[in-house]
């Protein structure tokens, strides 16, 4: 089995400031943990994945999130917001068991001027 | 070149209708997914197939029927359409099922109207 939660459906930062958006995750079995980036009227498109190789993974637009096994954890960050990173993010489990990546049910990141 | 296309981009329909919607990948990936989108932008796998073979066919009515001619293309047929079944779906292809280790690319959605 597994689950994904993402806390805060709705996050907003001014631009500049730390974007922080946080994902915990259920797995039976070690994960494979992924971002994803919906800007509006658009599909989603990949922003980093986790595949056990490291844990602190760099996506692309300056986004990293680093997988604390622990804490059941894949937290999305970025040290600087810009205006363009507004947008619709999800984050999402998969296992070898599973056979389906499952969603979160995504956040909003609004960056304020 | 468009990784993963999908037609129409808008249908707007009365209830009753019947519609499809298609969808290509040219990636050359075995594996293709429907998801639908609600309002609320809440993501749900609806099928997947891997090489024209159905795999995942979650809780959905039998109104909606995908079929796989090559595994190039995966199609969603909708009959007798309804209300609730206004959202966005999206088509998303990836190198493996349940795309484990590897990513899914999706297609650019299809928002859907029943009035």
């Known amino acids: 089995a597994q689950s994904v939660t993402q806390l805060g459906s709705h996050v907003s930062v001014s631009e500049g400031a730390l974007v922080l958006l946080r994902c915990n995750y259920s797995?039976?079995?070690?994960?494979?943990l992924f971002w994803y980036v919906q800007y509006p009227n658009q599909g989603l498109q990949l922003l980093l994945k986790y595949t056990s190789a490291a844990t602190l993974v760099k996506g692309i637009n300056g986004f990293e999130a680093e997988f604390k096994k622990s804490e059941t954890s894949f937290h999305l960050t970025k040290p600087s917001a810009h205006m363009s990173d507004a947008a619709e993010y999800f984050c999402a489990v998969a296992n070898t068991n599973a056979g389906k990546s499952t969603f979160g049910d995504g956040t909003t990141l609004t960056v304020k001027p | 070149d468009t990784a993963v296309s999908q037609t129409p981009k808008y249908l707007v329909t009365q209830m009753g209708n019947d519609k499809s919607i298609k969808c290509e990948q040219n990636?050359?990936?075995?594996?293709m997914y429907w998801y639908k989108q609600d309002s609320k932008k809440f993501l749900k796998i609806m099928f997947s197939y891997n090489n024209k073979e159905l795999i995942i066919n979650e809780t959905v009515p039998n109104r909606f029927s995908p079929k796989s001619p090559d595994k190039a293309h995966l199609n969603l047929h909708i009959n007798s359409l309804e209300l609730g079944d206004s959202a966005v779906y999206f088509c998303a292809s990836s190198q493996q099922p349940g795309g484990a280790s590897y990513e899914q690319y999706f297609g650019p959605g299809t928002r859907l109207t029943v009035t």
């Open positions: 797995s039976s079995v070690p994960p494979y």
């Open positions: 990636l050359g990936h075995d594996t």
